[in-house]
T-cell receptor
Framework: NAGVTQTPKFQVLKTGQSMTLQCAQD?????MYWYRQDPGMGLRLIYY???????DKGEVPNGYNVSRLNKREFSLRLESAAPSQTSVYFC???????????FGDGTRLSIL | GNSVTQMEGPVTLSEEAFLTINCTYT??????LFWYVQYPGEGLQLLLK???ADDKGSNKGFEATYRKETTSFHLEKGSVQVSDSAVYFC???????????WGAGTKLIIKP
């Protein structure tokens, strides 16, 4: 079982470029999340989707957009990349309620 | 508000030493508490959890007890191995919206 699959694993962008990070899950989980991880700051929630067709802002949504395409897929888009968005991005899924979250392996994004 | 505070790392120990990584929290209500582990180059994995006061979560030789009176959830292991080298994250689940609040992470280095 693949679990949570993130693509790409690595990406280098120039300031002002756009790109979409993809996340797909095969666990039939209802909720999906996008986090960014920066040194010494733990994980910060960018956006989440509690169910198919719904999305909500997290702690740090500025500069990002998301799409919950269907139950399996949740994408994160950077419309105009900035160096401050250099980070490791993680997608996570959760069945419901108090169940634990399951993570992908991350996308390492550098913006020059 | 809700928050999680972890001891700063890195924590460096010799193999077979006793491990404690401190975690304290501030929360309204009765959150669930989690420890996640992140091995180099990978996403986060659930290590253990506790859902109510005095519960003890355990897995792979690690233990943590939910102490409501001290608002703590310290991670312990009696004899660490080189393979335990990783970053450990404490997190709490806010029941009102099922969002995870993360600590900054503690890097653990085990020397042979």
């Amino acid at each position: 079982n693949a679990g949570v699959t993130q693509t790409p694993k690595f990406q280098v962008l120039k300031t002002g470029q756009s790109m979409t990070l993809q996340c797909a899950q095969d666990m039939n989980h209802n909720s999906m999340y996008w986090y960014r991880q920066d040194p010494g700051m733990g994980l910060r929630l960018i956006y989440y989707s509690a169910s198919e067709g719904t999305t909500d802002k997290g702690e740090v949504p500025n500069g990002y957009n998301v799409s919950r395409l269907n139950k399996r897929e949740f994408s994160l888009r950077l419309e105009s990349a900035a160096p401050s968005q250099t980070s490791v991005y993680f997608c996570a899924t959760q069945y419901e309620g108090e169940q634990p979250q399951h993570f992908g392996d991350g996308t390492r994004l550098s913006i020059l | 508000g809700n928050s999680v505070t972890q001891m700063e790392g890195p924590v460096t120990l010799s193999e077979e030493a006793f491990l404690t990584i401190n975690c304290t929290y501030t929360a309204t209500g009765y959150p669930s508490l989690f420890w996640y582990v992140q091995y180099p180059g990978e996403g986060l994995q659930l290590l253990l959890k506790a859902t109510k006061a005095d519960d003890k979560g355990s897995n792979k030789g690690f233990e943590a007890t939910y102490r409501k009176e001290t608002t703590s959830f310290h991670l312990e292991k009696g004899s660490v191995q080189v393979s335990d080298s990783a970053v450990y994250f404490c997190a709490l689940l806010v029941n009102s919206n099922y969002q995870l609040i993360w600590g900054a992470g503690t890097k653990l280095i085990i020397k042979p």
